[in-house]
């Protein structure tokens, strides 16, 4: 336990030390997004000079770490917010939308996957090839663009833009900063369904990038569990198919499948910048972005942070979740 | 005894398509099957595997069964849906795995997978599966049969895992039993032990074995009748008892070429083969 | 569709960073402080050089020239409930002093100091304000400044009852609001929303839009088609091509008012070649103006090559310079480049600026200079450009206020060209020494005759376009595109002059 | 007597797991140990901690007269060498057999690899023809002599054979078995070999030992073990067993785990 | 489908095919042959594998292929529609998009290529070493690669190009230093599973060293379940080439890179739809190509991954 606790803790100063160096070595100079272009210069050596810019670089990065272990990760210069209340706001929208994309993703992926591997070398595994590798080949700005385009412009079938019809905007305060949840809390039916139409287009054009993914890894294995002993024995005893392919294989497939998952989540909990730029989604990847664009790397270091802590949760959830699959891996 | 024979198969052929061309793993094999324990032996590759999956309608996808007759009883074994291979499966016609650690299902409990054995083919409920499956694991010398009906597979020896193996094909009580090499990864003592207890459980319920092995000494002395097989062909077929008659070259060779415990570092005889035994 | 009482606006507003007036100088807050808070006076957006008075009813100002004396208007209240009095409008303009943030030098460069600025700038009494300026600068010159953004009136109870640390209540105004305007804030969700609530005691009349809502919406594409559905009344950033492809649609029209904004070339004098005044003549024949003003900025630019936009007093309207290949290269040959050169060229990566900086690219080549285009986002493009490490580098400047002062200072006065100088206007920036006009520059501001003052700009100008580092290609036209319901929208010549108070909709 | 391999109080662990307990075993150059018993009783440790694939272990280790240490150098391999149960596992999938017997003879210096090479195979009864096939185009019984002549082509002494025909049909196993007997002789090399066949042993070795949980619970000669003249219950038991099935032999057996 | 059984000569089929080579290389000539034919029963890899022929060629002959100059803007002939003279009409400075997508297709190439050539031996050799040695070296590695998998992909790849300055160059270099983890963990997981094997041990009874052992029995093992990885991913890299462009940061105009060309037309996308859409076509086919053949690679190379 101890080493585990000791091995996360590095990871993550390294994971801090490598992000302050890259802000250290962006040409972009940070002072710029405090003060803006027309600024002069004694303003400008002033905020300097604030922002702590002038002392050595190893103070600097001292400083960071000290106030982070005090619970301080310092204030945004784009936003003027602490760095924290600014995560708040905008990790919410992400984990919403990557949580739904992936359970969209999981309850297609899967089935599509086993639907190819039972069939084989037959049309329907060529459609669920094909249909997979286009979602991983085709750019996810074209995509979110075209999807805006065929089922808001055309079809009007979802919401456009945003989390929220603009003038609902202001009628939701934020509990837990999951539009979904804030909507059946406050029980305004109208507010969720309007959330849900913003929410179900990106989620779906996401959903689409981890449903190629999954489905593809459950084909192969379980194609690869498919050709084990024990479904033979399986056979043997007179089950059937059905069953030998969602009890027994499936329970299988499960195991390595739920990496496969679990690594797929960490990735959309990152944050898709393109996808939330399209999208006026307000979320993680789109803040980090920003701020890195602007060398506000208190938000960077910040965000960094928090997509370092969820990929070490979520790898952390999925070897739990192994344990409980994989009765050969738990003590 | 085996006078009625429950399995009549005749001139029975399989062939895979592979990459590299057709290969005859089985070539014309025809035998019947009395309430008695049929052997068959022959060295590895020669097809044993093949016709014992072949009765179980188990053939991989890429293989082609030809048979003139397959006949278990009334049924016609080359032509069956595949709702009717259910029925036949495991209810009436079972078979037992070489090795139990690749052969159970790793995520299942031991006792969940003996249950769904005898639930596929009896109506009853969960409470009186998991009484008989208890009863089942006894019957085959387990001693602490809860425990193991709670166990994982890798949490059992090979040799209680066999035993599991056993209970889970034997529970919905089948006519005949085709036993592929269901001892040779155990150690010699625990293999003895493990064929004991499928000895006892066939004379008990009269059921038909089909043993399968490599190992002509072990077949000899525990069936009553033995197959050789050579390159997909029967080359002998010949009561155990009689085996140090055997009249074929192949058979005998096999038998020679076995070292014994007589203390003599001499060489051993070889066998060399001849191309006239692979021709049918 | 939206509520007809409340507008609903797509703006990429990711570049607020702050809310309290004395520290904005971003577009969209220029637009949003515009919108919530007061100022002492006001120009006519459609003829800048008449004034008016807004929170102050009129102005005096002294013989020497160097005081000014403004009476406030009764009766206006703040937000809070608070009356506001001539001491609200001393404490705004000296917490700009006192704050020193960015755009503190608009009011700074009139002699003010922390340490002055309390006796310089008074209220004598509850509706009158005394300011005190340390030279007889032109009386034009320091109204203008007035009317920018730093010149906002805030309420000064309210501010101090949120002081920390002795911050005159920054930190708390960057995030609240403490105005007077016709609008006041509800609610800033940095890089995602920005609303406003109708001020429905305002003293000029309160507006018709009840709320305001202005979501940021980055992709010019998305806001395209929120406008074309009706799910938002305006949408701000559309490109050139965009407004061409839904000219057509019978529910959108447009609205577009020429900005003070200016695109240039920005020529290193650092840089071998460009230190040339041939080359620096030659390129500016090299640009295909006409081609880029229709195709590329179509609608969004006109071409102007002086420093001063049109509308500013004294700007130099003429275009002396057009497309000319073969004059550049024989200039270019006289200078014995007849076989061209490589450049590199600082290039932030919107799509307008890489469209232009493409096709200055092309028609470069035709006389044989190669242009490497380096694209970077704008703060890198910025950040190199500021360090004078660029050869050329392409941007767009806007006037910080409406006097001519604002573009003079920077395109045609230097005082220290050397790399560790004070001062940082463009000039410097490209390494150039202005000489003489350094000190031209200065003695403008304190021309007092508003005729003979233009025609010292309108010198400048002139001068700059003539042997400046700079090419100066267009000045910046604003469009706005909205759905046909939507009236009264006003732009003005710069961002906190665009106001919503008179918007209604069918 | 003059041991080629001398091992004495040899003690070996994996993690927390005591595998060898006090495990002595003593064989002359030129002659042939058998180690027989059930699996996991630590037969393969034996082997696998002579050739330092084991990393903690103590107790003597005498070859050929040198005490051992923890690491092995290069004249070790030229002296012992191992061959492994499984033919299938032992050989690199993606090397071909020229190069699988080619690298030894480089890494040694011992030039001329050519020759060595075919010579090795000749020693095994291979010809020519099989030198550039990969593993997977080779049966089980002539892997299992590729994996015999990489093992003698560093010309070895010493040669440890760990279940080396388990994995065999009895038909090939006999010509494998005819091999290293032939080997031996022809060679005068000094054998270990382990085996759960006491046929297999009693065929091949001088003396026996037989282990159960990582101790030697007998040993004897093989002319004992042809007469069944064994004294610890489990030897009787294994020997019984290799009689074949017996159904009064096997109720009387007892369980050993 | 049986052309190639009638063009070859059967001498040189026998000598392919047989199972007795004389030489090593003919063993060698004879593995890549088989490889091959299972490679040309897969009629989707052989798609893929057309598809990544023809980007081949098509950068080698983009000068013959393409009609226009690729750079040539022409402002008065700006976002002209699919035609005659345009095929593919014209971007927004009225260069031909049949043009520049050919010459774009070199640049594809070069990142897929750089970014593989890169990578994948990085990740090769940081894998096996920690799998192989284990221990310390194992913890300090993983602890490297796992910081590196930690960072959002596509932020690293900006933070690496803005600090070394936008640009193909770097851009590929940013792409190579976000690709690597990943295949450092399926060669670390690969060389566990391998390094506890019979023919590593007996390997090392030849005293084979660790390098030795590493470099020429460890590592290609993981050869192939690498290359198929990297064939898969190289959709991936172009998109994130792509993504890069669309942030600005990939290609330097007017290179006619491809993700560049989507994300430079994206403003017209609603109603010039191909000047955007034409090169995201382009895109999807190539990563389509790819994906197949690494499909197809798979059965070859790696009989474990799938069937
Ligand atoms: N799916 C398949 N495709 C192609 N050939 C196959 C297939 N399954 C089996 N074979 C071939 O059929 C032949 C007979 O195989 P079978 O498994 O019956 O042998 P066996 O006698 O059981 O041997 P062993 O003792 O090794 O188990 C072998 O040559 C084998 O390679
Ligand atoms: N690498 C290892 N790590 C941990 N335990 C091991 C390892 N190798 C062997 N063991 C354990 O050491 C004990 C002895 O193993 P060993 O392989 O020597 O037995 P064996 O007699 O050769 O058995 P078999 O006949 O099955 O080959 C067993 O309990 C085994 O589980
Ligand atoms: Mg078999
Ligand atoms: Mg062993």
Request: proline share 4%; net charge negative; hydrophobic share 45%.
């Amino acid at each position: 336990m101890l080493r585990i606790i000791f091995s996360l803790l590095i990871t993550f100063l390294g994971l801090l030390l490598v992000t302050f160096l890259i802000g250290r070595i962006l040409p972009i100079d940070p002072v710029l997004a405090a003060v803006g272009d027309h600024a002069s210069e004694a303003v400008y050596q002033r905020v300097k000079e604030e922002m702590g810019l002038n002392l050595p670089l190893w103070k600097q990065f001292f400083l960071y770490i000290s106030n982070i272990f005090q619970g301080d990760f310092g204030r945004s210069v784009l936003t003027s917010n602490p760095v924290l209340d600014d995560i708040k706001r905008v990790f919410p929208a992400t984990l919403e939308l990557a949580t739904l994309a992936t359970i969209i993703g999981v309850s297609l992926g899967i089935p599509a996957g086993v639907f190819a591997a039972i069939n084989k070398g037959k049309w329907p595994d060529h459609i669920v090839r094909i249909l997979g590798l286009a979602g991983h080949s085709m750019p996810i700005f074209w995509l979110g663009l075209m999807g805006l385009l065929v089922f808001y412009m055309k079809l009007g079938w979802v919401a456009g833009p945003g989390r929220l019809d603009s003038f609902y905007l202001d009628f939701i305060e934020p509990t837990t900063g999951l539009m979904l949840v804030d909507t059946l809390i406050e029980g305004d039916m109208d507010l969720f369904w309007n959330a849900v139409s913003h929410i179900i287009l990106p989620a779906s054009i996401l959903a689409y990038f981890s449903l190629a993914y999954i489905a593809r890894m459950t084909r192969s294995f379980m194609l690869e569990q498919l050709s084990q002993e024990y479904i033979l024995t399986a056979r043997v005893k007179g089950i059937s198919e059905h069953r030998i392919i969602w009890r027994h294989a499936l329970g299988n497939v499960m195991v390595p499948l739920i990496t496969v998952i679990a690594l797929s989540y960490a990735s959309l909990l990152e944050g898709s910048v393109l996808t939330e730029i399209i999208f006026a989604w307000p979320g993680l990847g789109l803040y980090i972005t920003n701020s890195l664009l602007n060398a506000d790397m208190n938000a960077v270091l910040g965000g960094t942070v928090v997509v370092g802590a969820v990929f070490i949760g979520v790898n952390m959830l999925s070897d739990v979740l192994y344990r409980v699959l994989d009765p050969r891996a738990r003590r | 005894m085996s006078n009625e024979p429950l399995l009549s198969v005749k001139n029975l052929a399989i062939t895979f398509s592979t990459p590299k061309g057709p290969v005859n793993a089985v070539r014309g094999v025809s035998f019947d099957l009395g309430r008695e324990r049929l052997g068959i032996v022959g060295e590895s590759g020669s097809g044993k595997s093949q016709t014992g999956r072949a009765i179980l309608g188990l053939t991989a996808p890429n293989g082609k069964i030809t048979a003139d007759q397959m006949q278990f009883h009334d049924l016609d074994l080359r032509n069956l849906t595949p709702r009717a291979w259910r029925k036949v499966r495991g209810a009436r016609i079972s078979m037992i795995m070489q090795d139990p650690k690749y052969s159970l299902n790793p995520v299942m409990t031991i006792g969940d997978q003996i249950i769904e054995a005898y639930r596929e083919h009896h109506k009853v409920n969960a409470k009186e599966a998991k009484r008989r499956a208890i009863e089942m694991l006894e019957s085959v010398k387990i001693r602490d049969p809860e425990r193991v009906f709670n166990a994982y597979p890798h949490e059992v020896s090979g040799g209680m895992g066999q035993r599991v193996m056993i209970a889970m094909m034997l529970i919905p009580d089948p006519e005949i039993l085709i036993a592929d090499e269901p001892t040779s990864a155990l150690d010699v003592t625990v293999q003895l032990q493990v064929m004991a207890i499928l000895d006892d459980l066939v004379r008990e319920r009269g059921m038909a074995l089909v043993f399968i092995s490599h190992d002509l000494q072990l077949v000899s002395s525990f069936c009553d009748r033995v197959l050789v097989m050579y390159q997909g062909l029967v080359v002998e077929e010949i009561r155990a008892s009689e085996l140090d008659q055997a009249k074929h070259p192949y058979t005998k060779g096999l038998l020679n070429c076995l070292p014994k415990m007589d203390g003599n570092h001499a060489e051993l005889p070889v066998l060399t083969r001849e191309a006239s035994w692979a021709e049918a | 569709e939206t509520p007809k009482n409340a507008l609903v606006m797509a703006f990429a507003i990711d570049d607020i960073i702050t809310l309290d007036p004395a520290q904005i100088f971003e577009f969209s807050g220029a637009e949003y402080a515009g919108n919530t808070y007061d100022r002492l006076i006001g120009f006519d957006n459609d003829d800048v050089s008449k004034m008016y008075g807004v929170i102050a009813t009129s102005w005096d100002v002294s013989e020497d020239g160097k005081t000014f004396t403004f009476k406030i208007r009764d009766g206006i209240k703040f937000a809070s409930g608070n009356d506001l009095t001539a001491e609200d409008a001393a404490f705004s303009l000296q917490r700009v002093i006192l704050l020193d943030q960015s755009p503190a030098f608009i009011l700074g460069q009139f002699g003010f100091t922390p340490e002055n600025v309390k006796d310089k700038i008074r209220a004598t009494d509850s509706s009158t304000l005394v300011m005190e300026v340390d030279k007889p600068y032109a009386p034009s010159f320091v109204l203008y400044c007035l009317t920018a953004g730093v010149g906002a009136v805030i309420d000064k109870e309210e501010v101090l009852a949120h002081e920390k640390d002795g911050d005159l209540g920054h930190e708390w105004l960057t995030t609240n609001y403490a105005g007077s305007g016709p609008f006041a804030l509800n609610k800033w969700t940095a890089g995602e929303s920005l609303s406003l609530t109708a001020n429905e005691d305002y003293w000029d009349g309160a507006p018709a839009m009840k709320r305001v809502i202005i979501r940021n919406v980055k992709e010019a594409a998305s806001q395209q088609l929120l406008l074309q559905k009706g799910d938002i009344d305006i949408a701000r950033n559309l490109e050139a091509d965009q407004i061409a492809s839904i000219e057509s649609n019978p529910d959108v029209k447009f609205l577009s008012k020429g900005k003070g904004a200016l695109w240039y070339l920005g020529l290193s004098q650092k840089n071998d070649y460009l230190s040339k005044p041939e080359v620096r003549e030659a390129l500016k024949y090299l640009v295909d103006y006409d081609g880029i003003a229709k195709t590329i900025l179509a609608g969004r630019a006109q071409i102007h090559q002086a420093f001063l936009p049109e509308g500013f007093l004294g700007a130099y309207n003429e275009n002396p310079y057009s497309l000319d290949v073969e004059k550049a290269k024989s200039i270019l040959a006289d200078a014995g480049l007849g076989d061209g050169f490589s450049v590199t060229m600082d290039t932030r990566n919107t799509t307008a600026i890489m469209a232009m900086a493409q096709s200055i690219q092309a028609t470069w080549a035709q006389a044989g200079i190669n242009l490497e285009i380096i694209p970077g986002d704008g703060k890198q493009t910025l950040t190199k450009y500021r360090a004078r490490q660029h050869d050329i580098y392409i941007g767009r400047w806007g006037p910080d206020y409406q006097d001519p002062h604002t573009n003079a200072s920077t395109f045609a006065w230097n005082p220290d060209n050397a790399d560790d100088a004070t001062a940082k206007p463009l000039a410097w920036r490209n390494a150039w020494n202005p000489g003489a006009m350094t000190a031209e520059t200065d003695a403008a501001t304190l021309e007092r005759d508003d005729k003979k003052r233009a025609a010292m700009y309108l010198d400048l100008q002139k001068k700059v376009l003539e042997s400046g580092p700079f090419v100066i290609m267009f000045q910046e036209t604003e469009i706005a595109s909205m759905r046909k319901n939507v009236n009264n929208f006003v732009l003005g010549p710069s961002f906190d002059n665009n106001y919503y108070r008179f918007i209604t909709k069918d | 007597m003059n041991a080629m391999i001398d091992i004495s109080k040899l003690n070996a662990w994996f993690d927390d797991n005591h595998v060898l307990k006090d495990v002595d075993i003593s064989v002359p150059a030129n002659g042939s140990f058998g180690l027989v018993g059930e699996s996991g009783s630590g037969k393969s440790t034996v082997l696998r901690t002579v050739t330092g694939l084991v990393d903690d272990w103590e107790g003597n280790i005498l070859v050929n007269n040198k005490e051992l240490t923890g690491t092995r150098d290069k004249a070790f391999y030229r002296l012992a060498q191992m061959v492994f149960q499984d033919p299938f596992g032992s050989l690199h999938p993606r090397h071909t057999i020229d190069r699988i017997l080619t690298e030894p003879v480089n890494i040694h210096g011992l030039g001329n690899s050519d020759a060595r090479v075919v010579e090795a195979l000749n020693q095994v009864g291979l010809d020519n023809s099989f030198r550039f096939r990969y593993p997977h185009q080779l049966s089980g019984g002539q892997r299992q002599r590729v994996a015999i002549a990489r093992a003698l082509i560093l010309e070895p002494k010493i040669l440890l054979l760990d279940e080396p025909t388990s994995a065999l049909d009895v038909s090939i196993q006999a010509e494998v078995l005819n091999l290293l007997t032939r080997l031996r002789h022809d060679l005068g090399l000094t054998y270990i070999m382990v085996s759960h066949d006491l046929a297999v042993v009693a065929h091949m070795c001088d003396d026996i030992a037989i282990m159960n949980h990582g101790r030697i619970v007998e040993r004897a000669t093989a002319t004992q073990l042809a007469e069944g003249k064994l004294d610890h219950p489990y030897s009787q038991q294994l020997y019984k067993a290799a009689a074949g099935y017996d159904r009064a032999v096997v109720d009387s057996f007892v369980d050993w785990d | 489908m049986n052309s190639h059984t009638t063009t070859v000569k059967p001498g040189l089929m026998q000598w392919l095919t047989s199972d007795t080579p004389q030489s090593r290389f003919q063993a060698k000539c004879g593995r890549t042959w088989l490889g091959w034919l299972k490679l040309t029963e897969n009629k989707l890899a052989m798609i893929g594998l057309s598809i990544v022929m023809g980007l081949i060629l098509v950068t080698i002959f983009a000068p013959l292929l393409a009609p226009y100059d690729p750079l040539a803007a022409d402002l008065a002939n700006r976002i002209q529609p699919p035609g005659a003279e345009h095929w593919f009409g014209t971007d927004q400075l009225g260069r031909d998009i049949l043009s520049r997508l050919i010459y774009g297709a070199q640049y594809t190439l070069l990142i897929v290529g750089l970014v593989a050539i890169t990578a994948a031996p990085v990740g090769l050799l940081v894998g096996t070493a920690a799998g192989f040695f284990g221990g310390w070296v194992d913890a300090v590695l993983m602890r490297v690669t796992d910081i590196f998998l930690a960072f959002p992909k596509l932020i690293l790849a900006l933070a690496f190009v803005s600090a070394l300055g936008p640009g193909i160059e770097n851009a590929i270099l940013a792409i190579a230093i976000t690709a690597w983890p990943p295949y450092a963990r399926i060669a670390r997981a690969e060389t566990i599973t391998v390094r506890k094997s019979d023919y590593i041990d007996a390997a090392r009874l030849q005293g084979v060293s660790n390098r030795g052992l590493i470099i020429g029995h460890i590592m290609p093992m993981c050869v192939s379940s690498l290359v198929v990885r990297v064939t898969l991913d190289m959709a991936g890299m172009i998109l994130i080439a792509a993504g890069l462009g669309f942030l600005g940061l990939g290609a330097q105009p007017p290179m006619p890179e491809w993700g560049a060309m989507v994300s430079d037309g994206r403003q017209f996308l609603l109603d010039q739809w191909w000047v955007s859409t034409v090169p995201g076509i382009a895109i999807f086919v190539v990563s389509l190509g790819f994906n197949l053949l690494g499909d197809g690679l798979r059965d070859v190379l790696d009989p474990r991954g799938g069937d």
